[in-house]
């Protein structure tokens, strides 16, 4: 890296909400405070009050009535709005995405490292998942629309220098639809530091209640077993869960602390992890706070479950797969402690992520100098 600071812009795809992207945005901007931070639309109040003082430029998506909560109703016109900042004053521009934002241009010697939580679900591997679930108006119009994204995402992974994926199972998602090599830096996760307490007889899950998270699953198992299950987190199934409920079920909605929430994680006796996630934070925040996690057997959260050490994985997708899994569970435990537990989750600390980062960045911008001087001096062997 030259000695001069390079001018650094973050690009997130929207700041609607505090979850995993948004802690990896914030770590971005810990690494490079004088980053500006550029995004398609940001609602101030459902994010963490320090993002006032943050730099945050929006879309044009900003001044739509209510965008902070119909913007993904105007999902053709994502590409465009991102294509539409004018980045030329940065040398190194980081985005974080999930959905649109690696699109954006950036100036020919200018570094673009997108690091990437997953390419876009609904457009690649789960789109039939998606349209089968979508009512049917967006049945019939996704297909047609879907095809053109499909396109457009393909040509926007191009414009990408270095690919950092979230995850060996997102790396394996790059190179299967962009086919792109990435390098893996693991998100940043709270570490919950608080003293130990005594476990106590109920199941947690800690969720958005969308049905990709499956938190059915684990509604339905418990009910069956007649387990006490926690449910944290809010969203559109709410309903459907709650129908589906028996007695020793309770939801506690999505309005809890962090203080709460860490709380109900050191006092369960498992976290229940059964959707297919790109990662999966909360079940490593679950093991920083010694508690098992029982994980769906695909996805992210095999990168950080042991089985038979901090948790153990069920096989099917499946209520009874799930319920087995906690029977096994309840039968022979697991082999680390609390303090064991704690100790392996410290390999996804928000120092660790913040510190890889950096030398990432730092090591990829000399690399793109030194390929830029490289071609300079090719072209000027052939003029000669």
């Not at 209520?319 to 064991?340: H, M, P, Q, T």
């Amino acid at each position: 890296m030259s000695k001069k600071e390079p001018k650094v812009a973050i690009v997130h795809d929207w700041l609607v909400g505090y979850a995993g992207g948004e802690r990896v945005v914030d770590a971005m901007k810990h690494v490079f405070p004088n980053a500006v931070i550029y995004t398609l639309v940001y609602d101030p109040d459902h994010m963490p009050e320090w993002f006032r003082s943050y730099d945050i430029r929006t879309s044009w998506f900003q001044k739509v009535p209510f965008s902070s909560r119909l913007y993904k109703a105007m999902l053709p016109l994502m590409p465009r709005a991102f294509e539409a900042f004018d980045l030329t004053g940065y040398d190194l521009v980081l985005s974080s995405s999930s959905s649109f934002s690696k699109g954006i241009i950036t100036r020919p010697d200018a570094v673009h490292i997108c690091y990437c939580h997953t390419p876009i679900r609904y457009v690649w591997d789960f789109y039939y998942t998606y349209r089968t679930n979508a009512n049917p108006l967006v049945r019939l119009i996704m297909p047609g629309l879907m095809h053109r994204l499909r396109i457009w995402d393909k040509c926007a992974a191009d414009r990408v220098d270095y690919f950092i994926a979230n995850s060996h199972y997102i790396a394996r998602r790059i190179k299967k639809y962009y086919r792109r090599d990435s390098d893996v830096i693991y998100p940043c996760c709270h570490i919950n530091e608080s003293p130990f307490v005594e476990k106590e007889d109920f199941y947690l899950t800690v969720a958005r209640l969308t049905w990709y998270k499956r938190v059915d699953l684990a509604v339905q198992a418990c009910t069956k077993l007649g387990k006490r299950l926690v449910v944290i987190g809010s969203g559109g199934e709410l309903g459907k869960l709650r129908a589906m409920a028996g007695p020793t079920i309770e939801f506690k909605g999505g309005d809890l602390s962090d203080e709460e929430i860490r709380s109900y994680y050191l006092r369960a006796k498992a976290f229940l992890f059964p959707g297919e996630e790109d990662f999966g934070i909360t079940s490593v925040e679950a093991q920083s706070a010694g508690t098992p996690v029982l994980a769906y057997g695909r996805g992210g959260a095999c990168e950080s479950v042991l089985p038979g050490k901090t948790g153990y994985w069920f096989k099917e997708q499946t209520v009874d797969s799930l319920a087995d899994c906690i029977e096994r569970f309840e039968r022979d435990g697991v082999a680390y402690s609390k303090e064991e537990m704690r100790a392996h989750c410290r390999s996804f600390s928000e120092e660790r992520f913040e510190r890889e980062l950096k030398e990432y960045c730092e090591r990829r911008m000399a690399d793109w100098q030194q390929e830029l001087q490289d071609c300079s001096h090719r072209e000027k062997m052939k003029s000669e």
